[in-house]
């Protein structure tokens, strides 16, 4: 399918599951929404980050056009994360397992529990999770910090002694629909999708006054936190996806209270529609080539050389 026909199925799709949603969350339109736990996404050390783009483009040829962004001589933005949102963090298309593995030794219930909900996006991906008893690729602690991932490739350049995820305090007392918001989230960023909430058109929604008391409060975060993780826009040259969807599970849920409009972003709860279609085309499921039917031979015949010799 050409690139053009796959973003327009992509637009239909943000555009239905957008309309379910808005019917769903029509009461709520106006209101504020409790505050949650926010995700933030780790980044590697500065010294790391051109090694990260390298190894993002071996990985993944398709990485390196963003890369050659870094190496044209110009500047990179004045932000922050500029240097990791400018350059794919994507696995490529090719079947993979990452293997996980726990820092603090949770039970064998919970440990199930938890890799069954990074699994969810397997449902339309070549990329699966797979616990292993040794050192995963995946590494996950439930220390405190609140819930933060690694983009993407990155893994592979953080120390093996280190957590690659955090899930604080997770137990099985954890509701399902917590650990489907939380652990589907943060499995997203495993594979490489960055924050939903950082596009263009959504953070143009939010007025930065109002979201750095908000997030002071609700988060304990800094200003520069605050830029980093909600207020600096991905670069459109970027992104290969739908458009903006408030409703994808890499999306915040914000309230209305820090909008210039005064309505809220409603922010995903589980992977949708649009998350799920997405994942499959940058990590599409291929099945096995056909194999072209065999000459068709006939029943009373075949080559001489097939012949077998009766027993002398």
């Known amino acids: 399918m050409h690139e053009n026909q796959l973003k327009e199925a992509l637009v239909e799709i943000t555009r239905i599951a957008s309309a379910v949603a808005q019917n769903d969350d029509s009461?709520?339109?106006?209101?504020d929404s409790s505050p949650s736990s926010g995700c933030t996404i780790k980044r590697l050390p500065d010294r790391l980050q051109r090694q990260a783009a390298s190894v993002s483009a071996q990985l993944n040829p398709a990485n390196a056009p963003l890369l050659e962004l870094l190496t044209v001589g110009t500047p990179p933005p004045d932000s922050p994360l500029a240097l990791t949102l400018t350059t794919a963090k994507y696995w490529g298309p090719s079947q993979r397992?990452?293997?996980?593995?726990?820092?603090?030794?949770?039970?064998?219930?919970?440990?199930?529990?938890?890799?069954?909900?990074?699994?969810?996006?397997?449902?339309?991906?070549?990329?699966?999770?797979?616990?292993?008893?040794?050192?995963?690729?995946?590494?996950?602690?439930r220390g405190t910090g609140g819930y933060w991932s690694y983009l993407g490739t990155d893994i592979t350049l953080v120390p093996k002694n280190r957590q690659t995820m955090n899930l604080e305090g997770f137990t099985m007392n954890v509701s399902e629909a917590e650990f489907r918001r939380v652990i589907r989230h943060e499995a997203g960023h495993t594979l490489g999708f960055p924050h939903e909430h950082m596009r263009r058109e959504l953070v143009a929604r939010i007025d930065p006054a109002k979201a750095y008391q908000y997030f002071l409060t609700t988060q304990g975060w800094s200003k520069e936190m605050v830029d980093q993780q909600v207020l600096t826009p991905l670069n459109d040259a970027s992104i290969f996806g739908t458009p903006a969807d408030q409703d994808s599970i890499m999306c915040y849920q914000l309230p209305g209270s820090i909008t210039r409009d005064g309505l809220s972003i409603r922010g995903g709860t589980d992977i949708n529609v649009t998350d799920f279609a997405f994942a499959g085309l940058v990590y599409p499921k291929w099945s096995h080539a056909k194999q072209a039917p065999a000459s068709p031979v006939a029943e009373d015949n075949w080559d001489p050389s097939e012949d077998v010799l009766a027993p002398v």
Do not use: K, Q, Y
């Not at 009461?27 to 209101?31: D, I, L, P, V």
């Open 27 to 31: 009461a709520n339109s106006n209101g």
């Open 97 to 141: 397992v990452l293997s996980v593995s726990f820092m603090d030794s949770p039970p064998a219930e919970l440990r199930s529990r938890i890799v069954s909900h990074l699994n969810a996006w397997a449902t339309t991906t070549s990329i699966s999770f797979a616990e292993t008893a040794g050192t995963g690729d995946v590494r996950i602690s």
